[in-house]
């Protein structure tokens, strides 16, 4: 099982939500900025490591607020922990995404996630989270 750390960065009450390029895996879904955790890294040193190759920022992470284990149709399996950040150095820069967004939270399901992600993003939608 692949296991991955994501942020869900939130700014004035909106989320930042990431586009996949098609080159991707599972091109042109939306996700949350993050990736894999390397073989012996900390879930939040990974996902430090993470935004600042994806996004050029230096984040602080807050805490832990979901883990969601999915196995896509393919047979991959992915444990995903999502951290929120809502404090962070650096401007924000798109660095390997074909887009990126601030969503409000009611307007997260429009958009197409990838499918580990759905029960967060309804979760988020719902302001259950965080």
Not at 86 to 103: H, V
Request: proline share 5%; glycine share 6%.
């Amino acid at each position: 099982m692949k296991r991955v750390v994501a942020a869900v960065i939130e700014r004035d009450g909106r989320f930042l939500v990431c586009q996949r390029t098609r080159h991707q895996t599972m091109p042109l879904k939306w996700e949350f900025p993050g990736g894999k955790i390397e073989e012996g890294e900390q879930p939040r040193d990974a996902l430090r490591r993470e935004l600042e190759e994806e996004l050029g920022i230096h984040a602080n992470v807050g805490d832990e607020i979901a883990r969601i284990q999915h196995t896509y149709p393919n047979g991959a399996a992915v444990e995903l922990r999502f951290f929120i950040v809502r404090e962070y150095i650096g401007e924000i820069e798109n660095r390997i995404f074909r887009d990126l967004q601030w969503s409000a939270p009611d307007a997260l399901p429009s958009y197409d996630f990838l499918e580990a992600d759905a029960s967060l993003v309804q979760d988020l939608a719902a302001g259950r989270l965080p």
